[in-house]
């Protein structure tokens, strides 16, 4: 198992009022797995893939990460356990706009402190794998949508990461697109073994996960396999 998740909780104050994000979530995801997490927006989706890709801490239960409980770690431990092991994609790119498409790619190698031959090696064949090799001198504002998100899966594979975590990937695209930006994930997913967690509330881009996750209310509503 590549990641477990027990008995998660997660609750914000707000003044005197305190929201219940997440009430006590258990369930695993198996290495390589494609995995969809669905929900009406309130959920808790975004709250639970944060708790998953340590950006935030649960108030209480826990995450393993290839059997390392992950859930106090410190602020450099976590920015060091992201850069190794995690991808993320977000629905709104957070792509570096000053950055052209080559170097918004080979940003996470320069954190990483790959060397020079090796990163444009590995940059070069991402482009390519994900189709933007005719790209690499452009600027983010110089593209499209789907061929954002395409830059920010190719930045989320280059370094290799066990886990791909992607928030509702393609909530600002139109629909054809979501479409073909989910199934080059799933193609990434089977070429490379990369295990995806994506999120979504969108009822056509279920059908391509392998299992799904129906939250409602931060508990767990429903599994389908
Ligand atoms: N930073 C925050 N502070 C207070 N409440 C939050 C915060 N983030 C999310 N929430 C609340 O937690 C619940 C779950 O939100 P979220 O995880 O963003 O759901 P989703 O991604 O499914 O839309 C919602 O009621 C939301 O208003
Ligand atoms: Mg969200």
Do not use: W
Not at 8 to 20: E, F
Not at 106 to 128: D, H, N
């Amino acid at each position: 198992m590549l990641a477990k998740i027990e008995n998660l909780v997660k609750d914000y104050y707000l003044g005197k009022t305190t929201v219940h994000a997440l009430r006590e979530l258990s369930f695993g995801i198996e290495k390589g797995e494609f995995l969809s997490i669905v929900g009406p927006s309130g959920s808790g989706k975004t709250t639970l893939l944060n708790l998953i890709g340590c950006l935030d801490l649960p108030t209480k239960g826990d995450v393993f990460i290839n059997g390392k409980n992950v859930s106090h770690l410190s602020d450099n431990e976590a920015t060091n356990l992201r850069l190794k092991t995690i991808g993320f994609i977000f629905q709104s790119f957070n792509l570096i706009p000053v950055l052209n498409v080559y170097e918004n790619i080979e940003f996470p190698l320069l954190l990483l402190g790959i060397k020079a031959g090796q990163r444009k090696e590995a940059v070069v064949s991402m482009a390519q794998k994900v189709g933007l090799h005719e790209y690499l001198i452009h600027k983010p504002d110089e593209l499209s949508g789907g061929q954002r998100q395409r830059v920010a899966i190719a930045r989320a594979l280059v370094g290799n990461p066990l886990l791909v975590l992607a928030d509702e990937p393609t909530a600002n695209l139109d629909g054809e697109t979501g479409h073909i930006i989910i199934d080059l994930m799933l193609e990434m997913n089977r070429e490379l073994g990369t295990t995806f967690v994506f999120s979504t509330h969108d009822e056509m881009v279920i059908k391509h996960a392998q299992r799904k996750i129906f939250l409602h209310d931060g508990k767990i509503d429903r599994i389908e396999e």
